[in-house]
Nanobody, 124 residues
Framework: QVQLAESGGGLVQAGGSLRLSCAAS????????MGWFRQAPGKEREFVAG????????YYSNSVKGRFTITRDNAKNTEYLQMNILKPEDTAVYYC?????????????????WGQGTQVTVSL
């Protein structure tokens, strides 16, 4: 059974940075695409960034492109989300997700496993 565990969330001032990590266990990590999603109060869960199983291909939502970077270390079964130039509108619970294919996808319905989420709060 695959398990995902996020860490690295917290409170940061606007313009600051945070790095989220997602440790995976119970699966063949390098075969699976990974993604980051976020959900703000009263809003639907939205795609933030995705990465293919090999790590070669990445994709970002327009709202974070140029500020966030998704990476993965298949030797450590871990993916990361480096978040720079954070804005108050980035405040949300951030979730990592895994899909049982190598190709990245952006639809929340296409992911098979989810972490419990980590809170990111950006203050003015």
């Amino acid at each position: 059974q695959v398990q995902l565990a996020e860490s690295g969330g917290g409170l940061v001032q606007a313009g600051g940075s945070l790095r989220l990590s997602c440790a995976a266990s119970g699966g063949t990590f390098s075969k699976y695409a990974m993604g980051w999603f976020r959900q703000a109060p009263g809003k639907e869960r939205e795609f933030v960034a995705g990465i293919s199983g090999s790590g070669v291909y990445t994709y970002y939502s327009n709202s974070v492109k140029g500020r966030f970077t998704i990476t993965r270390d298949n030797a450590k079964n871990t993916e990361y989300l480096q978040m720079n130039i954070l804005k108050p509108e980035d405040t949300a619970v951030y979730y990592c997700a895994m899909r049982r294919t190598v190709a990245l996808v952006i639809d929340v319905r296409d992911y098979d496993y989810w972490g419990q989420g980590t809170q990111v709060t950006v203050s003015l």
